[in-house]
């Protein structure tokens, strides 16, 4: 497989165009992480980069071409929860692969699991905010996440594709997230699925190849960027906040982001085994190349928008606005064009780690955290429902690009 920046030397023409060509496309460091910090403790090194998902990949490259993929989408909307059958019917590459696939790693600790939800428990409400306003806010100013997102079916209806990466977020809130009656393990089985699909399909757009610097999108690295905005700067922002954490709910919580990335087909040797080697690991792949683009910054006016059919964004989008700023920082802020909201940020500013500061202290209360956990699981639910419009979440395999 070629280099993803071989196309753009070819491009560029000569030896200074190839020259530009390359500083612009290749990053200035080179992967340094050790698989001696992973999950696995070893590993050969490789860099993620060049890494996709050698079983995925060719399997479900193999059902778009053999127009097998609304059948099997078909068959997949009643699979449902983590310890149901799968469906009869499916091809059977695909069943062999999701039976190995839906398995938990031999390394999973199920006590981690059940402590990480009584982490969930306590704090959902911070969680729920950092998800949307760090996680997926600063999932538009990862370039290569946002132009993906923009250029395939998902950026053609952005509250179906919001409304499913929530899923994944709520389900690993769940008290039986990775039990047979939860649903996470068949949310990270069709992601996984999903992936495969976008990396058949996003290279033939006449849209995505021309902004791109990659030939085959979401590699391993790019995963592990994702997965960083997600557990690494969550956890990051609560210690910044001074959320006090027992170290076991910590640990449990890292757990569980631990055994979602091997469900989404991430190698072991890549998931970092603490949270001082998640930062470590971070600091290289996910800090350095925050940047804005076109595509993120329509993105994010759309992620602002979502409250217009309940407010017409008169006052949900300055709030939105405002929490982004608040949580991500103003040079974020400004790539993606947010406006200063002067009432609201000062709010923010003012009174948010006072009103964490009053809400740890109500933690202690008895019966505290399981009142808090039904006031948090009803805004969960709600936004849900509200990001659905009451409908079914389907996850399944896309068959084209964004038409537009």
């Excluded at 079983?55 to 053999?66: F, G, H, Y």
């Excluded at 039990?179 to 290279?203: N, Q, S």
């Excluded at 990051?236 to 055994?259: C, G, N, Y």
């Amino acid at each position: 497989m070629d280099k993803p920046t071989r196309r753009n030397l070819l491009k560029a023409g000569g030896a200074l165009g190839a020259l530009g060509a390359l500083s612009a496309a290749t990053p200035a460091y080179a992967w340094t992480w050790s698989p001696k910090g992973s999950v696995a403790g070893t590993g050969v090194g490789a860099d993620p980069r060049w890494v996709w998902d050698a079983e995925a990949d060719p399997l479900v490259a193999s059902l778009l071409d053999r127009g097998d993929v609304p059948m099997v989408n078909q068959l997949l909307r009643n699979w449902t929860k983590n310890g149901q059958p799968l469906p009869t019917g499916l091809p059977a590459d695909l069943r062999a692969f999701m039976e190995r696939a839906r398995q938990l790693p031999a390394w999973t600790d199920h006590g981690k699991l059940a402590t990480s939800f009584r982490f969930t428990e306590k704090r959902g409400l911070y969680l729920g905010v950092l998800y949307g306003m760090a996680s997926g806010m600063m999932s538009t100013v990862i370039p290569r996440e946002a132009r993906a997102v923009y250029y395939s079916q998902g950026g053609a209806d952005m509250k179906d594709r919001i409304t499913k990466t929530a899923k994944l977020g709520y389900d690993i809130m769940t008290r039986n997230a990775f039990d047979p009656d939860g649903e996470m393990i068949v949310t990270c089985v069709k992601t996984r699925l999903v992936h495969a699909a976008v990396r058949h399909l996003l290279p033939q757009s006449p849209h995505w190849p021309p902004v791109a610097d990659e030939e085959i999108p979401i590699s391993q690295a790019d995963m592990m960027v994702t997965w960083h905005s997600l557990g690494t700067t969550v956890m990051q922002k609560m210690v910044d906040w001074r959320v006090p954490i027992p170290s076991s709910e910590s640990t449990a919580f890292l757990h569980s982001w631990q055994v979602t990335a091997h469900m989404l087909g991430i190698r072991d040797e890549y998931i970092p085994a603490s949270w001082a080697q998640a930062n470590s690991q971070a600091e290289q792949v996910l800090t350095p190349i925050l940047a804005p683009t076109p595509e993120g910054i329509k993105l994010a006016d759309i992620l602002l928008n979502l409250g217009a059919s309940v407010d017409g964004a008169i006052l949900s989008k300055p709030i939105l606005g405002a929490f982004t700023r608040y949580v991500l920082g103003d040079q974020i802020a400004g790539w993606l064009k947010i406006p200063r909201e002067p009432v609201w940020d000062s709010l923010l500013r003012l009174s948010w780690r006072p009103f964490i500061a009053i809400r740890e202290g109500l933690l202690n209360l008895p019966l505290a955290p399981e009142t808090y956990w039904l006031f948090d699981e009803f805004l969960r639910k709600a936004t849900l429902l509200f990001l659905s419009e009451a409908k079914p979440i389907r996850i399944e395999i896309p068959e084209t690009n964004r038409p537009s």
